[in-house]
């Protein structure tokens, strides 16, 4: 399989923190990873080091066939990195509609009724066609974390990095999240990192898991390899491993 | 379930979307122009000699409300390119001596002018990421710059003595003039130019570029995280506003006869920011009615000697409830009644 996105070596030091340390990881095309961790495993600053939030200390990323270790957010995204924050982030204002239509702004639409049909088929796959017109503000916590995702769909990225989707999410919308996660990758052909808690629904989404400790990189595997892990059930799963 | 909005009044308010911004606002504009049109008509004297200078300033409005209502940008530097616009259309009529007809040349350099140089603070400020009140602190100083560049240059300015600006005439085809040294043709030629602006300038916001502009304003990361090349969109926004002000100050120096250094000035910026808020800075309508309401009725209650002393601290305080209680000015104001009466009758 096709390599999307690697990183080399990748550190990020906060003065004296270590959040980071020597990560070199790999994503295939079309590929869904689970990063998984305790709290300060440093999940989050991985991504943001992918998505250019943050700028690493050490160490490269490589996208396709270039290095954007020095890329801006934008420009990222521009070449299709979209990341969804652990906070959703989306347009208050707006309605679920406008939002999507904004996002899919970036490219030209050969008309405004294509555009809007692309709209409208996001919404759909996103479970929000009936939220339609509804300002993203009055949606529900679950609903949001969506749009989020459909932003990404609507602003036709390749590789989506997801901090925590199914958060505040109810068990029915947990396990729709994962549904969409899998339709992303296996209909749409694109990748996905997913930073997750829920360890039901990573074990529902069986995806390769990769696991980060203390800023490390732990192990890589499968649920079962992971949940058998002595080093992973003493540092993560110690607690949850009779789950 | 999760939450959901509770039906009723509030649903109505609730599901009106930001993107829409005023509906009902072409209905609006038909009548606001339309009684403009009517009014020579119908008086005459004092009121058809002042009023294009008020809907002028009622298109300085809206150029701010293209940056503080659309893209969420507060600018106190407004005046300075009324200012630009007003000083290129003086000066060119005064000292060029042209094939064409110099007045529009004029126009179209303080246009041009107030543009570019709207554009190339705007890059450097937007690229170094300076937003919010940093921004605003920028632009105020802006203000004071040509303030102070028009006062310097007395000999060629007229200094802090003004500049004397003559009333401009129309070249309609390569043998028709049409001189508005009078006010009748003048006010209908200004009220053409307002209309065509408006126009152009509602096109432009109901196009993606408007639609990217609110996004910036929702949401300035979510923006960049998306890809969107947003500094370049602020500077484009910025540069129109530019071209928008530098256009009032001309048509503005010409009716009045006159261009003078307090039309860069920081005060006269924090008018046009009183006027945007007032009338709707959500709304370019909203802003022009504010500008030529606030602007007429400073005037008449001006001709009254115990309110005149106190006038300002009146709109000091109308704009502090503005602020606080009608975010969305008078055009938000009078979208609600309608709205509440509309659902009213509905169910």
Same mark, same amino acid.
């Given at each position: ?30 590929e869904?990873? %689970? !990063? ?18 943050? =700028? ?11 290095? !954007? ?7 990222? @995204?521009q ?17 679920? &509609? ?10 030209? $639409? ?10 409208d ?5 996103i479970?929000l ?6 300002? @993203? ?5 679950g609903?949001?974390?969506?749009? =989020? ?14 901090d925590e989707?199914?958060a505040?999410?109810?068990a /029915? ?15 749409r052909?694109?990748s996905?990192?997913i930073i997750?808690?829920? !360890?039901?629904?990573?074990?529902e ?12 990189? +732990? %192990? =890589? ?5 992971i ?6 059930? /003493? ?9 | ?11 109505a308010? $609730? ?21 403009l ?7 005459? #004297?004092?009121?058809?000699?002042? +009023?294009?200078?008020?809907? +002028?300033?009622g ?25 630009? #616009? ?9 000292? @060029? *001596?042209?094939?064409v ?12 002018? $107030? ?32 303030e ?20 401009m005439t ?10 508005? &040294? ?6 209908? *030629?200004?009220l ?7 126009l ?6 109901r196009?993606?570029?408007?639609k ?7 949401? /300035?990361?979510?923006?960049l995280?998306?890809?969107?090349n947003?500094?370049?969109?602020k500077?484009l $926004?910025?540069?129109?506003?530019g071209?928008?002000?530098?256009? @009032? ?6 009716h ?9 000035g920081?005060?006269?910026? *924090? ?16 802003? &022009? ?10 005037n ?26 009608f975010r969305? #000015?008078?055009?938000?104001?009078? =979208? ?11 169910t």
């Open positions: 399989m096709a390599v999307l996105l690697s990183t080399e070596h990748l550190t990020k030091r906060f003065r004296g923190l270590l959040a980071n340390e020597d990560l070199s990881f790999t994503l295939a095309k079309g869904v990873r %689970c !990063i998984i961790g305790p709290n300060g495993a440093g999940k989050t600053t991985f991504i943001s080091m992918i998505s250019g939030h943050l =700028e690493p200390t050490a160490g490269r990323i490589w996208f396709r066939d270039q290095e !954007i270790t020095r890329y801006s957010v934008p420009r990222r @995204a070449i299709g990195i979209g990341r969804k924050f652990q906070t959703p982030s989306v347009f208050e204002g707006l309605s679920a &509609f406008e939002n999507l239509e904004l996002a899919s702004m970036r490219r030209a $639409a050969r008309s405004t009724q294509e555009r809007k049909r692309a709209v088929s996001i919404l759909d796959t479970r066609s009936d939220r339609r017109d509804m300002p @993203a503000q009055f949606l529900s916590h609903q949001r974390q969506w749009l =989020e995702i459909g932003l990404l769909l609507a602003n036709e990225v390749e590789l989506l990095l997801l989707p199914t505040g999410m109810t /029915e919308e947990t396990d729709a999240t994962g549904k969409l996660v899998r339709h992303l990758a296996s209909d052909n694109l996905v990192i997750e808690h829920d !360890i039901n629904f990573i074990r989404l069986n995806a390769p898991i990769t696991v980060l400790h203390l800023g490390r990189m +732990l %192990c =890589e595997g499968t649920f079962e390899e949940a058998e892990d002595e080093r992973v059930r /003493e540092v993560y799963l110690g607690t949850a491993a009779h789950a | 379930m999760t939450m959901e909005v509770k039906p009723g009044r509030d649903m308010v $609730a599901s009106r979307s930001r993107m829409a911004l005023i509906r009902g606002e072409d209905l609006a504009a038909i009548v606001v122009f339309a009684l049109a009517v009014i020579p008509f119908v008086v005459s #004297g004092y009121a058809v000699y002042i +009023l294009p200078q008020y809907m +002028l300033l298109v300085l409005a809206m150029s701010l409300a293209i940056l503080w209502g659309y893209a969420g940008i507060v600018s106190f530097g407004q005046a300075a390119f009324f200012a630009i #616009g007003a000083y290129a259309l003086g000066l060119i009529m005064k000292y @060029a *001596t042209l094939p007809n110099v007045a529009y040349v004029g126009i179209l350099a303080g246009m041009i002018g $107030a543009a570019l140089i709207a554009m190339i603070i705007g890059y450097f400020l937007f690229s170094a990421g300076v937003r919010s009140a940093y921004f605003v602190v920028a632009t105020l100083a802006l203000s004071i710059i040509v102070q560049t028009v006062k310097s240059f007395s000999t060629i300015t007229g200094g802090w003595n003004g500049l004397y600006v003559d009333r129309l070249t309609l085809g390569p043998f028709l003039e049409m001189s508005l &040294f009078d006010d009748v043709p003048m006010y209908f *030629t200004v053409a130019v307002v209309i065509v602006a408006y152009s300038v509602m096109t432009v916001m196009s993606s570029f408007g990217i502009l609110v996004g910036v304003r929702e949401n /300035e990361d979510r923006m995280a998306l890809g969107f947003v500094p370049a969109y500077t $926004a910025f540069g129109l506003s071209l928008l002000a530098g256009l @009032a100050g001309a048509l503005y120096a010409t009045a006869s006159f261009a003078h250094p307090s039309n860069a920081v005060l006269f910026s *924090t008018q046009v920011v009183i006027w945007t808020a007032i009338g709707g800075r959500r709304s370019l309508l909203g802003a &022009f009615a504010g500008a030529i309401i606030v602007a007429s009725l400073s008449a209650l001006s001709a009254i000697k115990a309110i005149q002393n106190y006038w300002p601290l009146i709109q000091g305080l109308i704009f502090i409830a503005v602020i606080v209680l969305e #000015g008078l055009a938000g104001l009078i =979208e609600t009644i309608f709205r509440k009466r509309h659902h009213g009758r509905a």
